[in-house]
């Protein structure tokens, strides 16, 4: 109790936030038909009579009032604790081990959140965050969030801003800003509105930036910018200028039986795909063609061709290691089962068990290769050029040497490449 009690007083908006999601717990997840004495509540806390909880209580509450005993807000408030303590318990023991907790950041947040509850003046109403059609997208999307006002937010130095950026990267070694073009333009859709209805709404991108990369080196954590989709020049330009990766979508860059149509660049982050997007084994089965038949086999040989990259970080979903076809996320859609879909396979079948071996042979061959200086084989494997072919490929004058000789997915002693 006093650990908890001494967070508390360290994060002192806690206690009202622990009382909002009792509220809403207790009178529906929409704050705008609360009645005015439950916001109250809320918000200054209610007159005491009934008992306190095992953790205490820094805001007494009447036991029979609008917002129950206060032993529930206590327990949201170690509720908070527990998965506070946890995620930084989990980002230090990552970085013991040379790894990093990779968390993303939302581009907003519910209309019926808490946040917008606390800040209504911050955040525009009647309005949904989303996107244009585009090639990921054909019909647009309004993915239901509440984008803040531009210069409400410049005018107290984006200070809500900077606390979500604070509260991520005080735990986390990478922070993923999802549609980082919204540091520039979001796109608002009236609410109950079409995408093709929205409109883009500037933002002050220089000064947005700037908290990113004060805060971002505060706390020593790098950047990613979801940059898939319409992204204008300049948004990349930015994410140069502080350091952010960016992302490349393996599936997304396939024009030919498992040939990637550009390399994958430098300062990137590559995956197969994103949560956003199919799982490797929907995407793979449901295409007209399947070039290596076996749905392992070719995610096997795309992970090895993203792993022999230039990209900064190869990353492999849980999704994608057990081959689950599930969707976890649809944008523009919500509840169902969306982001409730449990793993296919829990860490000790991963590690221990024969239901697991393809999972860790591939993270074993992935691991190799990342590990390996760029143009050499990984240790215990033989290479099938010798050095004088070495030197010729290097130092020759041959131009597309795969589209002249060919170049083909191919696995010798369980190393894929």
């Not at 999307?141 to 107290?156: E, T, Y």
């Not at 230039?310 to 523009?332: F, T």
């Not at 795969?402 to 490449?417: K, M, Y």
């Amino acid at each position: 109790p006093e650990v908890v009690a001494g967070w508390r007083d360290r994060n002192p908006a806690v206690q009202q936030w622990a009382r909002w999601k009792v509220a809403a717990i207790i009178h529906g997840w929409n704050p705008n038909t609360w009645p005015a004495e439950v916001s109250d509540a809320v918000r200054h806390g209610a007159p005491a009579s009934g008992p306190l909880g095992p953790l205490g209580s820094a805001g007494p509450l009447d036991s029979a009032g609008p917002l129950g005993s206060a032993a529930l807000v206590d327990f949201e408030v170690f509720a908070q604790w527990a998965v506070s303590s946890q995620l930084e318990a989990l980002g230090s023991e990552l970085s013991t081990r040379a790894a990093s907790l990779y968390l993303d950041l939302p581009i907003g947040v519910s209309a019926a959140s808490y946040d917008v509850w606390d800040r209504p003046d911050l955040f525009a109403a009647g309005i949904s965050v989303g996107a244009p059609p585009d090639r990921f997208f054909p019909t647009g999307q309004s993915w239901g969030l509440a984008p803040f006002i531009p210069s409400v937010s410049s005018a107290d130095g984006h200070r809500y801003f900077r606390e979500c950026l604070e509260q991520h990267m005080a735990v986390s070694g990478l922070l993923r800003l999802d549609h980082v073009m919204g540091l520039h333009r979001l796109f608002w859709v009236p609410e109950g509105g079409e995408p093709t209805e929205g409109t883009y709404v500037s933002y002050p991108a220089e000064e947005l930036w700037a908290v990113v990369a004060a805060t971002s080196a505060a706390l020593n954590c790098g950047v990613v910018g979801e940059d898939l989709g319409t992204v204008p020049d300049e948004v990349r330009h930015s994410m140069h200028e502080v350091g952010a990766l960016g992302l490349f979508i393996g599936q997304d860059e396939v024009r030919s039986p498992l040939r990637l149509a550009r390399p994958v660049p430098e300062k990137s982050v590559a995956s197969l795909n994103t949560h956003d997007l199919e799982t490797f084994a929907n995407w793979y089965l449901s295409s007209h063609e399947q070039p290596l038949g076996e749905v392992g086999e070719a995610r096997n040989h795309l992970c090895a061709e993203l792993a022999l990259s230039a990209a900064d970080v190869v990353m492999i979903s849980e999704q994608d290691l057990w081959l689950d076809n599930r969707r976890i996320n649809i944008p523009g859609q919500v509840g169902g089962t969306l982001w409730r879909e449990r793993s296919q396979g829990s860490l000790e079948v991963l590690e221990h068990s024969e239901e697991g071996a393809q999972a860790r042979e591939l993270l074993s061959v992935l691991r190799a290769w990342r590990t390996t200086t760029r143009g050499d084989f990984p240790d215990h494997s033989a290479g099938w050029l010798d050095d004088a072919d070495i030197d010729s490929l290097h130092n020759g004058t041959h131009a597309r040497l795969a589209n002249r000789f060919g170049l083909h997915p191919s696995s010798v002693d369980g190393l894929l490449g």
